[in-house]
């Protein structure tokens, strides 16, 4: 359990890694957003799924995704409101 | 080497990084972006330092609510494109570099403010016991006999109850001057942007039933854990904000009389217990009685969220809102 | 374990900081926001890991709230009345 709690905290670091990477070396603005919800769905979806599995106690694992389902509401309007503004400027 | 050194480490340097670039940046929106990030790094700070009630309060006002007041002041701040002239009276005192106040001397009166306080606290940390641990222990003494079992929900709204009293004072005292500062009687009227926005409607809805669980839960944790009044009126503070911006119904659709009374329903209801104990018999003032001071912190506490959650939608509002016609 | 999940949450914290730099490079206002969102949810898991590390449950509470809190700042840059953010055209 505790192998594969580290291997999906890799995995969850390495998207938040690739995020960043992407949010310094991408061209544009709506490149930037696109790299950012990878990172942020991803990332901290493995996260969550690596506590979750090493997790003691039931309420622990519901709050865990419930944090991580929320993350997922917001980012994803997050990026869709900033994609709307920049693509309305034109 | 140490991995909890290393991670405090990182904290430091980014909190200084933040805090250096904040201050030297010109454009004042990156300012804005920066301090929501700035406070990012101090809940991680505190969280570090042992203090969950403090990281909890700074993630609520730090993630949301003070992005959103700095991003009003910031439009006040920024000159109107229509307004006729070279805008030199926004523009003279701006704080970029760009175009500085005339004169050094405000560099200095500044400097020689900032050194003799850092000299005063450098002083005070000094004086400080070296060891000890000042009042923890009376605090764990007495709790028993405060009504609630959270140390710190015992020292706001038992031990240091006028504290606590006089800070819910203080914010009803912001939310009137911000109504002189806008010249305005209450919040009707005051409408965010005029385009209806289908998808922001869709999203509050489905986030504003979580948000009063949040509320609640938070207010039920300050009895035993940290959480408690503030962080619970922050987070209904930004559920009625996100609701307002959505054009839902929000406290700026309450009447008059309604918003004020819940603009004060907690500074009234500790002056309230402060009277009826002063005036007991048997009783100092502000003494609650132990089989009571339960169910009257629980009263305060949830008569508290209501007035912190309208007060700082209030500020919110005020400064985000123009009047439609 | 625990020393794992530290190890994790030092190398985030050297990805936000890395990230600090498309907040100072900008250019657009949208940029500025886009990396603050990233920071939120790096902070989050941050602050989940070190709950698990150091075992206080109290710190979950506060990446719950960071999450539930997230779309503030954004809807207030989108949806405050006026050209709020296009000023720089």
New interface residues.
């Given amino acids: 359990m505790?192998i594969l709690?580290?291997t999906l905290?890799?995995l969850?670091?390495f998207f938040?890694?690739a995020?960043?990477v992407g949010?310094?070396r991408f061209p544009d603005?709506l490149s930037?957003?696109h790299a950012?919800t990878k990172?942020?769905n991803l990332?901290?979806g493995f996260?969550?799924l690596a506590?979750v599995v090493?997790s003691q106690s039931l309420t622990?694992a519901f709050?865990?995704i419930?944090?991580w389902l929320?993350?997922l509401?917001?980012?994803s309007?997050?990026?869709?409101?900033?994609a709307?503004?920049?693509i309305h400027?034109g | 080497m140490n991995l909890t050194l290393l991670f405090d480490v990182f904290l430091i340097a980014a909190l200084l990084l933040v805090s250096w670039r904040l201050l030297g940046a010109s454009d004042l929106f990156q300012a804005t972006v920066l301090f929501i990030s700035f406070g990012l790094f101090l809940s991680l700070a505190w969280i570090r330092l042992q203090a969950p009630d403090i990281a909890l309060a700074e993630a609520a006002v730090g993630a949301g609510l003070a992005g959103v007041l700095l991003l009003g002041t910031f439009k006040g701040l920024e000159p109107e494109e229509d307004r006729e002239g070279e805008n030199l009276s926004s523009e003279a005192c701006r704080l970029d570099p760009i175009s500085p106040c005339p004169g050094r001397a405000h560099l200095l009166l500044a400097f020689t403010f900032v050194g003799s306080m850092t000299a005063l606290l450098l002083l005070a940390v000094l004086d400080l016991p070296a060891e000890g641990d000042g009042l923890t222990l009376l605090v764990f003494q007495s709790l028993d006999r405060s009504g609630v079992e959270h140390p710190v929900t015992a020292v706001l709204l038992n031990f240091r109850f006028y504290d606590t009293w006089l800070e819910l004072g203080v914010l009803v005292a912001a939310a009137l001057s911000i109504l002189c500062v806008r010249n305005r009687l209450d919040l009707r009227e005051l409408r965010p942007s005029k385009v209806p926005d289908v998808m922001l409607r869709r999203l509050v809805m489905g986030l504003t039933p979580i948000m009063i669980l949040v509320v609640v839960y938070l207010l039920w944790l300050g009895d035993h854990a940290p959480g408690g009044a503030f962080q619970a009126g922050v987070v209904l503070a930004a559920m009625l904000i996100l609701l307002w911006f959505s054009g839902h119904a929000s406290i700026t659709s309450l009447s008059r009389i309604l918003w004020l009374f819940s603009l004060i329903a907690g500074f009234a209801m500790m002056l309230l217990a402060a009277v009826i104990t002063a005036s007991w018999p048997e009783m100092r003032p502000l003494e609650f009685a132990e089989e009571w001071s339960g169910a009257i912190i629980l009263a305060i506490e949830v008569a508290a969220t209501l007035s912190i959650g309208v007060v700082l939608s209030s500020l919110a509002i005020l400064s985000l809102g123009a009047v439609e016609d | 374990m625990e020393k794992f999940y530290l190890g994790v949450a030092c190398f985030l914290l050297a990805t936000m900081i890395v990230g600090l730099v498309r907040v100072f490079v900008g250019p657009d206002q949208e940029d500025r926001l886009v990396a603050v969102q990233l920071f939120g949810t790096t902070g989050v898991a941050i602050l989940l890991l070190l709950a698990e590390a150091f075992d206080a449950s109290s710190v979950r509470n506060a990446a719950l709230l960071f999450t539930l809190l997230a779309v503030l700042a954004v809807v207030a840059f989108v949806r405050s009345p006026g050209s709020l953010g296009e000023r720089e055209e």
């Fill in positions: 505790e709690s580290g905290c890799l969850g670091a938040f890694m995020g960043t949010l310094i603005s930037r957003i950012l990172a942020d990332g901290l996260i969550v506590l090493t622990v709050k865990l419930l944090i929320l993350a509401v917001a980012s309007s997050i990026c869709f409101f900033l709307r503004k920049l400027r």
